[in-house]
């Protein structure tokens, strides 16, 4: 498309693009269900155990399914909807079987005890104790309990607890010269120019622009302003919108794809969604996740092969990138779209172990 073309309609794309707040539809409601339903095939033994822990207290039991719903309702992924409360439902069988019986009676000690108890207790997939990982789910579980309990004005809990230093998050965090690897092999990833070109329009939106995997695929064409040099992410954790800035080099790789790629697409006109397959239709999580993977077959670095890249891990990368470079902690939280400067912290224990 003609340079002139290109302005003209990414102006237009800019004047459409103004935030608004969009409500799921029946076919979003479909997907979620179909989603929901993999994720409960999928489970873990350690999962489908504490799901099957029955609760007698009803207090509880009501609490846990509102607690679900406030998930649902502020846009959580799918999988944070659906395994958080079967988190908290391990908590709330524990204090059943201490004989606590009201939220009002749990305290920091109370906190404490419980997560000793996790501490030890076995882990029913592998054998051993459960993973640093799986402690600070149950950890990220409560907090999220406890903010809940917050909104809903009742009497909260302190939960005073030091995340576990993961090191598989730090292994998996990329260093700048293996994502400079990442987007080189998007020259020859595919016989297809179009695929060629969306691999690399990918990598910006999840690397350069830190997006989360739904609010990359939730992405439309009119999100991508051009002439401001930004991204609206509309679908943002608690349906919370903000802007994302792009550099120069990331805009011309969008503008690349968006006006001379994706028309290849059969369908491309008849759709708003920026990233698509061949069939016209919206790209899914497990389909960025797959095309990361392919990419990383293509490396000749073997320590970058060995690694497991997935969106969220160029998230965790771009973070610590501009963290390593100076940035204000708070203003990678508002990059990152975080409501906590606690989930931002997080990077700065990395940047300690790296």
Known sequence: MPATNRTRFSSKLNRESQPTRNLSTCEDNRKKASLLSVLRYSITKNTYRMKKLKLQNDSYRLLLSDFEQWLDILGYNEKTVYYTPIFIREFFHWLEEHNIQRLEQITLDTVKAYYKYLGERSNQRKGGGLSKAYLNKHQNALRKFREYLQKQGARTFKVHLRLEKSESAIKDILTQSEVKDLFEVTSYSSKHERTRLRDKAILVVLYSCGLRRTEAISLDVRDILFDAGRVLVRKGKNYKERYVP?????????????????????????????????????????????????????????????????????????????????????????????????????????????
């Open 246 to 354: 792009i550099n120069k080099h990331g805009i011309i790789i969008l503008e690349d794809y968006v006006f001379e790629a994706r028309p290849m697409y059969t369908g491309s006109h008849s759709t708003e969604a920026l990233f698509i397959n061949k069939y016209g239709d919206r790209l899914h999580g497990q389909n960025l996740s797959r095309r990361l993977q392919h990419l990383l077959t293509l490396v000749d670095d073997e320590i970058l092969r060995e690694k497991h890249i997935t969106p969220h891990c160029l998230r965790h990368s771009i973070a610590t990138h501009l963290l390593q470079q100076g940035m204000k902690i708070e203003d990678i939280q508002q990059f990152l779209g975080h409501s906590s400067l606690k989930s931002t912290q997080i990077y700065t224990h990395l940047l300690e172990l790296l």
